[in-house]
């Protein structure tokens, strides 16, 4: 059929399409087309991590190796910043401020020394999960990957410089005659744990750090607190005894909480002493929990907002 326009041209009628009414996502599902960088299932973006897992290793041996390129002591920094920190930390708590609990030096100075390492670990984890996406956005808006790949990659670089620091201090645990034992093999589910955590915890930053850039601005001061209510410099339980009115819950609060609990893992693995011979079965039991809440619950809440992340 045709028909006359007004100029005189012949216009042919084409015969309905069947496409004709339908909606956009009928349209979609009908010629099996998907949303640009639509989220996968959650089985499909693990499948997708496990199979970029060389990228995630690589990169983070090369953020490790870059974080110091700059200085002239190069690598050195990895182990000498936590040791300085636990040099001044000695200074206020240790001798100005008499935050031992009855420690001396040969007990207290490691104490210290494993507390600053550990509690380093997860810090910088939590510090360069929050900076994961935001502070990447040339590589996240420049190529398709997992998102998730930036944060397990920083959290893995920081173990490494962990491993590094870990050297140091057997040489300093065996200096003030604490020798290896048959407990000094329990770091390695220790760190497996605590690694865990420190991902799902990376994980959770790097999400809300992607939608409030000036979380990084706030986060040292979080970190700084919570350092102070978990014993990485003195003992907590001495503090808390030193304050009757502190209510028990608070006590328990704060004994609990998932820095406490792998310091007082790994004190326990490594400190030969009269304060770290006894370890409570419900310790273990806190690490494990805190593992797996954090990174499942971290994992899931990075995933559902993976569409997101590198836009606007």
């Known amino acids: 059929m045709s028909e006359t326009t007004h100029e005189g041209a ?119 999960g929050v900076r994961a996406i935001s502070g990447n956005l040339g590589l996240v808006r420049a190529l398709h990957f997992p998102r998730a790949s930036l944060p397990i990659s920083f959290s893995l670089q920081q173990l490494q410089q962990l491993l590094y620091s870990m050297t140091v201090l057997a040489a300093i645990l065996i200096g003030f005659q604490h020798y290896p034992t048959r407990l000094w093999p329990l770091i390695i589910p220790v760190l497996a744990l605590q690694l865990v955590f420190n991902v799902g ?48 819950w608070v006590t328990d609060v704060l004994l609990a909480n998932p820095i406490s609990v792998y310091l007082e893992l790994m004190r326990y693995a490594l400190i030969d002493g009269p304060h770290h011979q006894h370890l409570d079965g419900h310790v273990w039991l806190l690490a494990v929990g805190w593992a797996v809440v954090a990174g499942i619950g971290g994992f899931v809440f990075f995933w559902k907002a993976e569409e997101r992340y590198g836009r606007g």
């Open 10 to 128: 012949v216009a042919v009628n084409s015969p309905p399409s069947s496409d004709q009414g339908l909606s956009p996502a009928a349209l979609a599902e009908k010629y099996g087309l998907t949303v640009s960088g639509a989220r996968p299932s959650l089985p499909d973006y693990v499948r997708q991590l496990w199979e970029r897992r060389h990228f995630i290793l690589a990169f983070s041996r090369a953020k490790l190796h870059a974080q110091y390129s700059q200085a002239k002591l190069g690598q050195v920094w990895q182990v000498l910043t936590p040791l300085l920190n636990a040099a001044v930390f000695f200074f206020i708590f240790g001798i100005l401020m008499g935050g031992r609990g009855g420690m001396e030096n040969d007990e207290y100075i490691p104490f210290l020394v494993t507390g600053v390492f550990v509690w380093t670990f997860t810090q910088q984890s939590v510090m360069t």
């Open 201 to 248: 915890l990376a994980l959770m930053m790097a999400r809300l750090g992607a939608q409030t850039p000036d979380l990084s601005q706030l986060m040292p001061f979080l970190l700084r607190t919570w350092m102070y209510a978990s014993g990485v410099i003195f003992p907590l339980e001495y503090m808390l005894e030193k304050h009757d009115d502190i209510p028990a």
